[in-house]
């Protein structure tokens, strides 16, 4: 959230559905008329004055056994699937790279730094940043809750897989990792089943000593979690520290003096589809004398007691009897609503409580009509409206009050409470005793969203200076009695989260952020971005018809892009910004790709056009909002938007019912009742609307899924619904919903069990609109899935993504196969396949966009995937002079390759041979390839034999092909396929 740094005021927690004007503050990017994002965030989640609605767990949690048996499927997979050598191809973007966790720089040489991104896996740089590369890919888990080098052998790193935030995109992890060769490889080190590590120490002087901070589950209750101890570098662990099942730990520092003080973070947090607690009495500072083997808690000074939430603990290396704690602590402290600035004769919202139908009927329409515009009710209400509906009994007075302030709705539950919130303490006496030492209020670090953050830093060599962050960065140097911004230039992302200070250097530090990794040798007075990295964390795709197309998405705290599809990271021009909060879905009208509708967390969605030619204009907030006397809309944090296919001027849109606009979202039409179960409401928005899909067949044939497990039907536009649900496992989120392009009753569907820490495969077909479902998931490994989307050319082919990959089967799912090589194990959150160009564009939550030609796959349709060998044609190439030249010694001959590929259905256990003729049949070039079942190809360098010049005698020389075309005759063992290359 990149909002101005010199200024952090309080966030006005108003109503979602009323979107009031911010005029100051407002994250670059964010248009007028819409709520702050942040606002949005923190308004639901953490907070313990809402009562708790936890729901019964659909299913139970996957066991250990099972996510090994997935992971280890997965591996084998890998290993033996027909698209291991199949092109994939990276687009980016980097401009905005992703959230940081942690940090592990090699102190004995500072360039040399690796980077953990919460759903990107793992980075490591030898030049400071100014390159990285992946370290960590085809693990069993990309996320990454904490990184550690040993200060005694900067060769070993450890990884703990799992982020230690608690956010609804926090992926869960697969145990700790040790690498002894500085990231080359890896050995699997246990603790598999904590899903997310907080903290990793180790010894100073012995690197087979390893502490683990074991949070645990994050959806579920469990006994692995707390303080894990290794002698023998991982091969077996002790347990010596457990609060209780809904308690773990988040963070753990030690003495480096005295190796056998340390002190832990313990924190109870547990979160669901509807609620979570981040806070309560299992969190505490533990303390150690004995190397970790045994432990008691440190009480005298600090907060104690149900509204303790996260806390961050560091230690001054210099001094190590001075300790600093950041501690979210959720005590209340309520105070009255702020009522609007009463001015003189104005209708205040109080009023309405006890207001007769007679009274308000007698009301003054100016007063009526000022107070409706005011409180943006809908345009559609004015003062003359509501009184004649007021007289008819449709609703009384006090649904005027309750119109933004329904107490049943999350949207208005934070509206008269205030907590306490960050909080610093300090201990000089090794965390004996601790005193709060912040002097000044910490209201704008947390916001009440202090689970996501919780950490401080203090400098290696002034026990003074201490760091802590939350949205800002704050840096003081008095002992935390004060602070001021560190954050304020420089290309710095809000939402902090890691710091590395330079213990010889402490001007020199690193910063990790929702924005990726700063640098600063000046202290923090500025800062530069190291944003290289694909690590985008986008939560959906979208594709436009412009010639190249454009790729658009949103993304986990960095709003909304679009970008070329033929982008080359760090390469060709960098992707631009639509909007800013947490981007979400994207829809673009096909007749014109400056229309865009696009928005952010919670339903905030406008119409904006891009087009530059007269200079962009205002976006236009286009949210539904509901009638007087209504129940408030519920908006999931994706909320669903979807383009007709038919008209583009008809847009539908996803509350706990569905919406229709006829004309570009000017005015909306509700066209469902509630579709959902209608849940108890806890402090995250439940029984909402999780997807709409449209028949790309038939106008009017629509689908809507929910986060508490429906899936409902019409097939007249919205008169009559129909619960389709019923053959379908219960209470599952429904992750996407795909009806067929090749035949109308066919539809088919993935859920997901993520919010019960259940990690099966839900993947579903139906043929008859719902009325029973068949499962897909044949020989997938247990894993969740979040989309599936038919080809639409070859019914047989599906792409489905899930939380640990992507997956692509080519016969109607009766097997699938893993899509490796050139994508890492990253969740695939959303897909689309391009509707001209037929080139599967993938949305990962971690490592940005990846663009797949699937031609070749389309083209075996009919049966052909049973086929023994299959050629494909590749694109036309264009000839040019400059083949084989060199402009100059020292720039590279510019040397052509082009690769043809093919399909070997059946092996026939020797390699595939290419032969490649010239127009007259003569043979010029033998290729050889790989005859492994799968697709392969063959690179032709251009080149051909040809005869010498004329008049000269000598021997076919070899030379650059011209201008014509070209066969290719593959063969494997008795098998050929024949295709041709156009060279222009």
Same mark, same amino acid.
């Given at each position: ?7 952090? %005021? ?43 609605? /936890? ?201 480096? *003096? ?9 924190? *109870? ?23 970790? +083997? ?7 000074? /600090?907060?104690?007691?149900? @509204? ?7 230690? %001054? ?19 009255? =609503? ?10 205040? =919202? ?53 119109? @933004? ?21 300090r201990s000089d006496d090794y965390g004996k005793t601790w005193r709060k030492v912040n002097a000044q209020p910490l209201d704008g670090l947390y916001y009440t969203y202090g689970y996501y953050f919780g950490q401080v830093r203090v400098s290696p060599t002034n026990p003074d200076q201490v760091f802590t962050w939350g949205v800002p960065l704050l840096v003081s140097n008095d002992g935390a009695k004060t602070f001021t911004l560190t954050d304020t230039l420089g290309r710095v992302h809000s939402d902090h989260h890691a710091m590395w200070i330079n213990p010889k250097d402490p001007a020199h530090i690193l910063n990790g952020n929702d924005g990726g990794v700063n640098l600063t040798y000046d202290g923090g007075s500025s800062w530069s971005h190291l944003n290289t990295p694909s690590v985008g964390q986008f939560y959906s795709v979208m594709v436009d018809l412009e010639k190249p197309y454009n790729v658009y998405g949103g993304l986990q ?42 928005? /952010? ?60 606009? $006829? ?102 077909k139906s043929t008859d609109y719902g009325k029973t479902w068949s499962s897909l998931k044949a020989d997938l490994p247990e894993e969740c899935a979040n989309v599936i989307v038919e080809d639409p050319v070859n019914s047989d082919l599906l792409y489905l993504g899930t939380d640990h990959g992507t997956y692509v089967t080519l016969d109607g799912a009766h097997t699938w196969n893993l899509l490796a090589g050139g994508l890492p194990n990253v969740a695939n959150y959303d897909m689309i396949v391009h509707p001209r160009d037929h080139e599967l564009v993938i949305a990962t939550h971690g490592r940005s966009m990846y663009v797949v030609d699937v031609k070749p796959l389309q083209a075996l349709k009919n049966g052909k995937v049973s086929d023994p060998l299959v050629a494909f044609e590749p694109g036309p190439v264009r000839h040019d002079k400059k083949w084989g030249a060199q402009e100059h010694a020292f720039v590279p001959v510019e040397n052509?390759?082009?690769? $043809? ?13 290419? +032969? ?25 360098? $251009? ?42």
């Open positions: 959230m990149n909002r101005p740094k010199f200024v952090y %005021c309080l966030l006005l927690l108003l109503s979602i559905s009323v979107l009031p004007a911010a005029t100051q503050h407002r994250e670059p990017g964010t248009p007028a008329g819409a709520a702050e994002p942040e606002a949005l965030k923190i308004r639901y989640e953490g907070n313990s004055r809402v009562p708790s609605a /936890f729901q019964p767990a659909a299913v139970g949690p996957s066991t250990v056994e099972e996510l090994n048996a997935a992971a280890a499927k997965r591996r084998q997979m890998a290993e033996t699937s027909i698209f291991k050598h199949y092109p994939v191809r990276s687009i980016g973007p980097t401009v905005m790279s992703g959230r940081v966790v942690d940090l592990a720089v090699n102190e004995q040489n500072p360039k040399i730094f690796y980077v953990g991104y919460a759903s990107g896996g793992v980075f490591k740089t030898v030049n400071n940043g100014n390159r990285f590369e992946p370290v960590f890919d085809h693990q069993r888990a990309l996320s990454i809750g904490d990184l550690a080098l040993a200060p005694s052998n900067p060769e070993v790193l450890w990884v703990g897989t799992g982020e230690n935030n608690s956010s609804r995109s926090s992926y869960a992890g697969a145990g700790v990792y040790k690498s002894i060769d500085a990231g080359k490889s890896w050995q699997f080190a246990g603790l598999d089943f904590t899903h997310h590590v907080g903290r990793i120490v180790i010894h100073p002087q012995n690197p087979e000593t390893v502490w683990v901070a074991g949070i645990g589950a994050l959806y579920s209750k469990g006994q692995d979690r707390g303080v894990y101890k290794t002698t023998d570098g991982g091969k077996t662990w002790k347990q010596t520290l457990f609060v209780n099942d809904s308690t773990g730990v988040i963070d753990l520092v030690i003495n480096p *003096q005295n190796p056998r003080q340390l002190w832990a973070a313990s924190w *109870q947090r547990l979160r669901n589809a509807g609620h979570f607690v981040g806070n309560g009495a299992g969190s505490a500072i533990h303390v150690s004398d004995d190397g970790g +083997e045994t432990w008691r808690k440190s009480v005298n000074g /600090f907060p104690q007691g149900r @509204f303790v939430g996260r806390i961050g603990l560091d230690i %001054c290396l210099s001094k190590p009897n001075v300790l600093y704690a950041v501690v979210d602590n959720q005590e209340e402290t309520r105070k009255p =609503k702020k009522e609007e600035a009463a001015e003189k004769g104005r209708l205040q =919202k109080a009023q309405f409580k006890d207001m007769t139908p007679a009274a308000l009927v007698n009301l003054p329409n100016a007063d009526l009509d000022t107070f409706l515009v005011k409180n943006n009710f809908p345009k559609k209400y004015t003062a003359q409206r509501v009184k004649e509906e007021i007289r008819k009994g449709r609703y009384t007075p006090q649904a005027l009050l309750n119109y @933004f302030d329904d107490d049943s709705d999350a949207n208005a539950n934070l509206f008269s409470t205030q907590i306490k919130g960050a909080e610093i303490y705290d960095n709003g909304v892009y679009y970008g070329s599809s033929r982008s080359v990271p760090n390469q060709s021009q960098d992707w631009d910004r639509l909007m800013g909060g947490d981007g979400m879905l994207v829809a673009v009208d096909p007749r014109n790709s400056n229309l865009t509708y696009a928005g /952010f967390q919670y339903g905030n969605y406008f119409r904006v056009n891009k087009g530059k030619a007269n200079g962009r204009t205002q976006p236009v907030l286009i949210t539904p909002k509901h009638d007087i006397g209504e129940p408030a809309l519920r908006f999931n944090w994706r909320t669903p938007v979807v383009l007709s296919r038919h008209n583009p001027d008809i847009l539908y849109f996803g509350s706990q019912r569905l919406h229709r606009s $006829l004309n570009g979202a000017e005015t909306w039409q509700t066209i469902s009742p509630d579709l959902t179960k209608n849940k108890k409401q806890g402090n995250v928005p439940y029984s909402t609307l999780t997807v709409i899909a449209e028949s790309p067949l038939t106008f009017g044939l629509l689908y809507a899924g929910t986060d508490d497990g429906n899936v409902q039907l019409t097939r007249d536009g919205g008169a009559t619904w129909q619960l389709v649900s019923g053959g379908l496992p219960p209470d599952l989120w429904v992750s996407s919903l795909a009806p067929s392009g090749h035949d109308e009753g066919t539809i088919y569907a993935t859920l997901n069990g993520y919010r019960y820490d259940d990690f099966k495969s839900y993947v579903y052509p390759a082009l690769s $043809l590929p093919y399909y070997v259905g059946q092996a026939s256990g020797g390699p595939v041979r290419a +032969e490649i003729v010239d127009g007259t049949g003569k043979t010029i070039r033998q290729l050889e390839g790989s005859g492994t079942a799968g697709f392969g190809a063959v690179k032709w360098d $251009l080149k051909g034999k040809a005869p010498a010049e004329k008049g000269k005698k000598g021997d076919l020389k070899e030379s650059y092909v011209k201008p014509g075309t070209y066969g290719v005759k593959f063969t494997s063992g008795a098998a050929t396929a024949e295709t041709k290359v156009v060279v222009r």
